[in-house]
T-cell receptor, first 114, second 110 residues
Framework: NAGVMQNPRHLVRRRGQEARLRCSPM?????VYWYRQLPEEGLKFMVY????????ESGMPKERFSAEFPKEGPSILRIQQVVRGDSAAYFC????????????FGPGTRLTVT | LAKTTQPISMDSYEGQEVNITCSHN???????ITWYQQFPSQGPRFIIQ???TKVTNEVASLFIPADRKSSTLSLPRVSLSDTAVYYC???????????FGKGTKLSVIP
């Protein structure tokens, strides 16, 4: 039973480029969450999605960031026109149900903006 | 959201019991206390969750005093593989927004 999968594990982008991060939830899970972790910091909630719906994006920057979880395929976190401050580890988690149901985390994508 | 305070780092020798205490003075009535473990370059992993008194599973024990203003994660007989960052989280029963602080970096020494 595969866990949460994220790819790529490492992503290098130049300033101004687009970064696209993918997350495949655990089998049977329809709830996906994205978190960002800056160096030496804890994870910060960004967005919560269900299939084809954004439930809560209160933690996501208003500009350049977007997320989707289509009916088919992985959830995608998209960062347009990346800046150096976007360099961080981005973690995806999934759960079977919403609310307080236990979240299972993926290994993360480490984004480096040069 | 209740703020949590925990030591930045701790060292322990292999085979010892480790207790990590977390303060959460403003915990709300419906808040649960949850602990996560994170290894370098990996996502956090759920360890244990409790509301009051004591909870034990195959990995750890969680002690919560009656006033619930603090909690203690107890790891019995740690090994080198327990070297990780441990996070204490406090949140309501319906909360899906996990709020991580800086955690406690545990280093287990041979």
């Amino acid at each position: 039973n595969a866990g949460v999968m994220q790819n790529p594990r490492h992503l290098v982008r130049r300033r101004g480029q687009e970064a696209r991060l993918r997350c495949s939830p655990m089998k049977g899970h329809s709830h996906v969450y994205w978190y960002r972790q800056l160096p030496e910091e804890g994870l910060k909630f960004m967005v919560y999605l269900q299939k084809e719906n954004i439930i809560d994006e209160s933690g996501m920057p208003k500009e350049r960031f977007s997320a989707e979880f289509p009916k088919e395929g992985p959830s995608i976190l998209r960062i347009q026109q990346v800046v150096r401050g976007d360099s961080a580890a981005y973690f995806c988690a999934s759960s079977l149900a919403g609310g307080p149901d236990e979240q299972y985390f993926g290994p993360g994508t480490r984004l480096t903006v040069t | 959201l209740a703020k949590t305070t925990q030591p930045i780092s701790m060292d322990s020798y292999e085979g010892q019991e480790v207790n990590i205490t977390c303060s959460h003075n403003n915990i709300a009535t419906n808040d649960y206390i949850t602990w996560y473990q994170q290894f370098p370059s990996q996502g956090p992993r759920f360890i244990i969750q409790g509301y009051k008194t004591k909870v034990t599973n195959e990995v750890a024990s969680l002690f919560i005093p009656a006033d619930r203003k603090s909690s203690t994660l107890s790891l019995p007989r740690v090994s080198l593989s327990d070297t990780a960052v441990y996070y204490c989280l406090v949140g309501g029963a319906g909360s899906y927004q996990l709020t991580f602080g800086k955690g406690t970096k545990l280093s287990v020494i041979p």
